[in-house]
């Protein structure tokens, strides 16, 4: 069983600063996926950004970057030059794939979030 | 592409009643997967399939019911809805590490 803990309820960073959102996760699968998504007020869920057990650099994806640290089982999401639409809950969640040989992942287990809000 | 579409958007029923939500979608992907979320909390997976005719458990599974008979479609069925069947649910299909959720269903059991 996967297990995902984010211990930061809430957040608030300056527009333009950058902010870290924290993530810890527990596995005992070999291979697995670490993935982060933001859920606007609106409540769709948007990924944002991948990064594989064995990739041997950090993920990153315009403004947002994954700092991951195997060995201390962490994921935390980093969103540089914050902006207003940054406003969101976001959500850390790591998963195994879906099949043995498979490509896909599937089976996702969820944190609990963090809510970030951008001042101006 | 649509991408993942769900129906309907809204839904109250009463305790007791069931219903099927719907969930289809046109990437031709063969996994598929229902979450339920509750308020505050991140979303729980209910049932996934890895393909046409093969569905399994997931962390939450007790009062629903899956089947596919198809790629492009994955219903959820209600059995007999209680008040804490009360939730958000979310279709998605994925390929490779991307996940492509639906839109959502507001789902609330009086």
């Known amino acids: 069983a996967q297990k995902i803990t984010q211990t930061q309820p809430g957040m608030f960073v300056q527009e333009k600063e950058a902010v870290t959102l924290d993530c810890t996760y527990d596995?005992?699968?070999?291979?697995?996926?670490l993935f982060w998504y933001k859920q606007p007020s609106s409540g769709e869920m948007i990924f944002l950004i991948y990064?594989?057990?064995?990739?041997?650099q950090n993920a990153t994806e315009g403004r947002y970057s994954l700092n991951f640290q195997k060995a201390r089982k962490s994921a935390n999401l980093v969103i540089s030059a914050s902006q207003l639409g940054d406003s969101a809950m976001y959500f850390c969640?790591?998963?195994?794939?879906?099949?043995?040989?498979?490509?896909?992942?599937?089976?996702?287990?969820f944190g609990q979030g963090t809510i970030l809000t951008v001042h101006p | 592409n649509a991408g993942v579409t769900q129906t309907p958007k809204f839904q109250v029923l009463k305790t007791g009643q069931s219903m099927t939500l719907q969930c289809a979608q046109d990437?031709?992907?063969?996994?598929m997967s229902w979450y339920r979320q509750d308020p505050g909390m991140g979303l729980r997976l209910i049932h996934y399939?890895?393909?046409?005719?093969?569905?399994d458990q997931g962390e939450v599974p007790n009062g629903y019911n899956v089947s596919r008979s198809t790629t492009e479609d994955f219903p959820l069925r209600l059995l007999s809805a209680a008040p804490s069947q009360t939730s958000v649910y979310f279709c998605?299909?994925?390929?490779?590490?991307?996940?492509?959720f639906g839109p959502g269903t507001r789902l609330t059991v009086l």
């Open positions: 969640a790591s998963s195994r794939k879906a099949n043995a040989g498979g490509t896909s992942y599937g089976k996702l287990t």
């Open positions: 596995t005992s699968d070999p291979s697995y996926g």
């Open positions: 990064q594989g057990s064995y990739d041997q």
């Open positions: 990437m031709n992907h063969e996994y």
């Open positions: 399939s890895v393909g046409a005719g093969i569905t």
């Open positions: 998605a299909s994925s390929w490779m590490y991307e996940q492509f």
